[in-house]
Structure formats: structure tokens, C-alpha cells
């Protein structure tokens, strides 16, 4: 038995039988957003008690499927947590709690990711009937394009297994969130990870491309007639390392030119690594004659601000279009993955010889082993270097 009705302004819809298994779902009167309300089953000698649930969402058609099945579940005598923890409800909890403690791009990526997970799955699905089937289901769909961002008019493009991995690797943090978040009542919301252990999709033959030193010099010869900012850019991310994603929101209060050194905030790293590095070579000067011609250059200013609109960041596709901009004017011709990714990895490869440890936050890695396998390349010169300089085991202990 169900009902819908709206008084004074306030929204709510109830399910199942008075004194039995009523369920209702009801706005709050400041926010908006949804609650349940029901009587959890009494212990003997003890009378009902009025529960609240918060969904953590304003959509009442989910709010009406949620209070069915949780009256459902109560009059088959089920644990309540359990039959409203849906994947919306889930996720939900997770956007509002977790989420907002990482980086800006992560956040954004969370938000994405998990609509996706929506659209696969639905968003009324319950979290602990999740298989091995839906998991193989969204990495085929996200392969062949069936499942994409944007909306249904936009063109649909296959993904590579790294970005399915990125993907799938949030949606098991957030069920393993799930089974250490309290639920309220000294329980969790999740009691396992039904998702635990499957395999993510792997890159056979990942293709790292690194960046040439003839090619820098090439485009760096015509980064200035492209334009000031990207000329400044190239040169940062050629002699910092760093993400192209981070160096695009510095503000000046982060380049301190008197120390010569650069601060990398948290909220705009990948990893949400906060950290200070040297400046050093071209990347000084650039700074210092940006400093002085750029009108506002300074406070929470951006290094790197939108023509148009200053008080924003500059839009991260201007840095793309600027690039192919460069490689056109030095006749390069574009190869996919040699981007901006490209001077990371010539960064991490050329310094070689630096302890880990430095090479870390030189370039903004929070451990080595990323370095090591995703960045750091084998060249010539190194091997002939080591190979020239080799020890013979005899000659060494003889030294001692």
C-alpha cells in the first residue's frame, strides 16, 4: 500500500502497512533533501522505536523506490541497512563525506565516475548484489564506447584499459569505505565488498612516449611566437616536471621569486601532494619578466589566467591547442601520447642518478615506484655509461 501527498509545501510518500511495515519518505524542510522514516521491529518488553535514514539526495522518484523496498524488507523481516543501502544512497554518502578531502581533479573525476557507475548498474541497484557480471559488463561497454560521459548526443569514443582501471579502482575504494563507515546504529554499511579481489583490465603494451631533446629545443624555439603564457608553460613543465593539470593553477602567491622556489597546493595535485620545489635555468627568468608585464601579477592571481575571464584559470584545452599550435610552426608531426606527459617523463629519466627521494618531490610523486615503472626510461647513454664504468668483482675487493 503506497501513497504520495504534498502538504504545506513538504513532499512525502509512504509504503507498506500502518503498524506493520510503514515506510515514509519526506523532504526536509530547509535543504530539501530526502529522509526515510520508519519504526524499527521492537525487542521483547520493548516498545518501537522512530528511525531516520538520510538518502543524501533530493530525487523523489529514488526516494519512492527507496521507502518500497525498505517496506518490503522489513515485513520479510530483513535488516532495514540493508535494504535501502543502494548504490545512489552509497554513493550519495560517499560525494558528501569523502570525496570533498581530495584534490580538485579527483573530485571531479569521483563526480564523473560514479555516474557512470549509475547509468551501468542503476542507481536503485542494491550494493551487495553486485557481480562478477556487471563488473566484466562495464569494462566491455566502456571499451566498445556504449558507456561514455556526456550526454546521449555526444559521440560516443572506446577508452583504453588504464582509464577503465582509474574507473573501477574508485567504485572498490568506495565499497571498501563502505564496510568501515558506521551505519549509525554500531553497525557498517556495507558488511563486504562483494567486488573484492576481481581483476582490473590492464594495458598489454602501454605506449609511453617520452620527449626527445632535439624536439624540445624545436619547439621550444617557437613556444614564444605561439604565445607568452605557453612559451612560460613549456619551459615550467620542461624544468619542474610536473603535471601539466597542476601548473596551470598556480597563482603567484605560490612563486616565491627572492628563495626561488615553488609551491604545488594540494587541492590542485593529481595525488593531493602538497609540496615545494627549487626553480632553477630558463624558468626563473620567464617568471620574473611575466611578474613584471603581467598586469595583477601577484597575491591569488593566476600565473596562468583565461583571457577572458581573469579571475579563472586558463581553460586546460588552451594548453592542448597551443601545443599542436607549436608543433606545427616547427613542422613535428603530432604522434599520439607525446604530449604534455612527454617532458614528465624526459624530467624523471634524465635525472636518473638523483636519490628517490628527492626525485619524488622534485617532480610530485608521493612514492618510487611509479617513477620507476611508468616514467623512467632505459637510454643509450646511460647503459653505456654503466657499462663503461662496470667493476670487475676481483678489482673491487682488491681496493678494499
Known amino acids: 500500500m503506497t501513497d504520495a501527498r504534498e502538504t504545506t509545501g ?10 506493520r511495515n510503514r515506510v515514509r519518505a519526506f523532504e526536509h524542510p530547509t535543504t530539501g533533501k530526502l529522509f526515510l522514516e520508519f519504526s524499527e521491529p521492537a525487542r521483547q518488553g520493548e516498545h518501537p522505536k522512530v528511525k531516520r535514514v538520510a538518502l543524501g539526495h533530493r530525487d523523489r522518484e529514488r526516494g519512492k523506490h527507496a521507502a518500497e ?23 550519495d554518502n560517499y560525494l558528501l563525506e569523502v570525496t570533498p578531502e581530495k584534490a580538485a581533479q579527483t573530485q571531479r573525476h ?8 549509475l547509468r551501468a548498474f542503476g542507481p ?54 563502505a564496510t568501515m563507515a558506521s551505519d549509525g546504529r554500531g553497525g557498517v554499511l556495507l558488511e563486504r565488498n562483494p567486488l573484492k579481489g576481481l581483476p582490473l583490465p590492464k594495458e598489454e603494451n602501454p605506449v609511453r612516449e ?29 624544468d619542474t616536471g610536473h603535471r601539466i593539470g597542476a601548473i596551470r593553477m598556480l597563482r603567484w602567491a605560490d612563486v616565491n621569486l627572492e628563495t626561488l622556489t615553488i609551491r604545488w597546493r594540494e587541492a590542485n595535485d593529481k595525488i593531493g601532494f602538497e609540496h615545494t620545489t627549487p626553480l632553477v635555468g630558463e624558468s626563473v627568468a620567464l617568471l620574473t619578466v611575466a611578474q613584471l608585464t603581467e598586469p595583477g601579477a601577484s597575491g591569488e592571481a593566476f600565473v596562468f589566467p583565461d583571457e577572458r575571464t581573469p579571475a579563472r584559470a586558463c581553460p586546460r584545452d588552451r594548453f592542448y591547442d597551443w601545443w599542436l599550435a607549436a608543433e606545427r610552426r616547427a613542422g613535428i608531426p603530432h604522434v599520439a601520447h607525446r604530449g604534455w606527459h612527454s617532458l614528465r617523463r624526459k624530467f624523471a629519466t634524465e635525472l636518473k642518478d638523483t636519490p628517490l627521494k628527492d626525485l619524488c618531490t622534485l617532480g610530485g610523486w608521493k612514492e618510487p615506484t611509479t617513477i620507476l615503472t611508468c616514467y623512467q626510461q632505459a637510454d643509450d647513454a646511460t647503459m653505456r655509461k654503466a657499462l663503461e664504468e662496470r667493476v670487475p668483482l676481483r678489482q673491487a675487493h682488491a681496493s678494499h
Request: hydrophobic share 50%.
Open 124 to 177: 536503485a541497484r542494491e550494493v551487495h548484489t553486485l557481480t562478477r557480471r556487471e563488473w566484466d559488463r562495464f569494462i566491455r561497454d566502456r571499451r566498445s564506447g556504449a558507456l561514455a560521459h556526456g550526454t546521449p548526443k555526444t559521440p560516443r569514443r572506446p577508452v583504453r584499459n588504464r582509464v577503465i582501471s582509474y574507473d573501477l579502482a574508485l567504485l572498490v575504494a568506495v565499497l571498501n569505505w
Open 210 to 238: 617520452r620527449m626527445p631533446e632535439e624536439m624540445y629545443q624545436a619547439l621550444r624555439a617557437v613556444a614564444g611566437d605561439v604565445s607568452a603564457l605557453f612559451r612560460l608553460a613549456f619551459v615550467l613543465a620542461h
Open 10 to 19: 513538504r513532499w512525502s510518500f509512504s509504503a507498506g502497512e500502518r503498524g
Open 69 to 91: 523496498e525498505l517496506a518490503a524488507a522489513i515485513r520479510k523481516g530483513e535488516p532495514p541497512i540493508r535494504a535501502h543501502l543502494t548504490l545512489a544512497t552509497l554513493f
Open 110 to 117: 569521483d563526480r564523473a565516475a560514479l555516474a557512470l557507475f
